[in-house]
């Protein structure tokens, strides 16, 4: 299995960091951290930072998660990448990128540009931030 992931990960042309695997935790913590902050953002009706926060624990939690399986975490500009690297890593990542992929579908309008955002906008972003991050979580710790 090793071979075959580094195989696919050598034909994948995302821009990508070589992690020793004990880094994962430092990423799980973040995501954690970020994890914690939505929901207090959520909990005040604080919707932007809700929505901020949630992209950003979905990032540090594949951040985690490919570090762990993989050794490695993109290095691209292109959020994309993340989502197929993550995707990469077997038919349950694949199914959790899209988790991912939805927070990265707002990540630009939650960062930059005027739109505010509701309630209804913060409860899907938790959704997707919390599944992913719990996965993850569940997936990595103390292993």
């Not at 929901?39 to 951040?63: M, P, Q, Y």
């Not at 990128?97 to 990265?104: D, G, K, N, P």
């Amino acid at each position: 299995m090793a071979l075959a992931f580094e195989r696919l990960c050598s034909s994948m042309v995302v821009p990508s960091r070589k992690l020793d695997r004990s880094k994962a935790q430092n990423y799980l913590k973040k995501a954690g951290e970020l994890y914690l902050d939505m929901l207090e953002a959520r909990r005040g009706g604080r919707f932007n930072s809700t929505v901020i926060s949630a992209v950003h624990c979905g990032i540090s939690s594949s951040d985690a998660y490919t570090v762990y399986v993989g050794t490695i975490r993109s290095a691209s500009k292109d959020h994309g990448d993340a989502v197929r690297l993550l995707s990469s890593m077997g038919t349950e990542a694949a199914r959790m990128s899209e988790h991912l992929r939805s927070l990265l579908e707002v990540k630009n309008a939650a960062e930059y540009q005027d739109r505010l955002f509701t309630a209804n906008d913060a409860d899907a972003a938790v959704k997707h931030a919390e599944r992913l991050y719990k996965w993850v979580a569940a997936t990595i710790s103390d292993k």
